[in-house]
């Protein structure tokens, strides 16, 4: 999954039902217990349960802190343990496979190699870009429609603003032609109507870049790796 380790080393042959037990965590989980930026030789404590005695477990790295169930979720601590080590390992198994060769080749080599160690094991696939475009759906299709909102809000915005200098010119069509027959250049009253027009626009930022920043919060949900108030959010 690309997890990146930060400290100590990964799960290997060391590791055996006979050897002490290890596992290894994430920021969050060293953060919680308290274990400082580099936890390895560490251990922790896992209560018994009624199939398990208490069991002591050695961190032999760190990693990154990511999300592992959702995209919305916040980052949790989380201890991974080695299988080899596991007396009770779960029937249902996730692998995760990388293939240059299509995704139909992949899964037919997959469920004949499968075949032939038991007919019994059932197997499933799914890719992972079908499970990230299905996880991002709810905030691409948001950003869709924010996207068309926001673009007819610019057009109107733009209407508006033409509309309202062309009235401001029409109503002052006298004044520019006593301004020019005064000997005024045309760049001057050109500048005479754009300094209305820059008013008009610094006065709709200053109005709504406040109300923009108050409504951040709304969006902040539909927002990865970025704050509702951050600039690129804002435009």
């Known amino acids: 999954m690309a997890m990146i380790l930060l400290v100590g080393r990964d799960f290997d042959d060391r590791d055996t039902p006979t050897s002490p037990r290890v596992s290894i965590v994430n920021q969050s989980f060293a953060g919680r217990l308290g274990l400082g930026t580099n936890p390895v030789g560490k251990r922790f404590r896992r209560e018994a349960t009624p199939s398990e005695p208490e069991l002591v477990f050695e961190i032999v790295g760190l990693i990154r802190d990511t999300k592992y169930y959702n995209l919305r979720e916040e980052f949790r601590p989380i201890a991974f343990l080695s299988t080899s080590q596991d007396a009770h390992p779960d029937p249902f198994v996730q692998i995760l496979v990388r293939s240059s060769?299509?995704?139909?080749?992949?899964?037919?080599?997959?469920?004949?190699?499968v075949a032939e160690i038991s007919s019994t094991i059932g197997i499933d696939f799914?890719?992972?870009?079908?499970?990230?475009?299905?996880?991002?759906?709810?905030?691409?299709?948001?950003a869709t429609l924010s996207g068309c909102f926001g673009a007819l809000a610019a057009l109107l915005a733009t209407l508006g603003l033409y509309s309202v200098i062309a009235y401001m010119v029409v109503r002052r069509r006298n004044e520019?032609?006593?301004?020019?027959?005064?000997?005024?250049q045309p760049e001057d009253v050109l500048w005479m109507v754009l300094k209305e027009a820059l008013v008009l626009t610094l006065s709709g930022i200053a109005i709504g870049l406040p109300c923009a920043m108050a409504c951040a919060h709304f969006v902040s949900s539909l927002l990865f790796g970025l704050k509702g108030t951050d600039p690129a959010s804002l435009l």
């Open 126 to 142: 799914r890719a992972l870009e079908t499970t990230i475009r299905e996880g991002l759906l709810r905030e691409r299709l948001m």
């Open 101 to 113: 060769v299509s995704l139909a080749d992949l899964t037919s080599g997959i469920r004949s190699a």
């Open 176 to 184: 520019i032609g006593v301004r020019i027959a005064l000997g005024a």
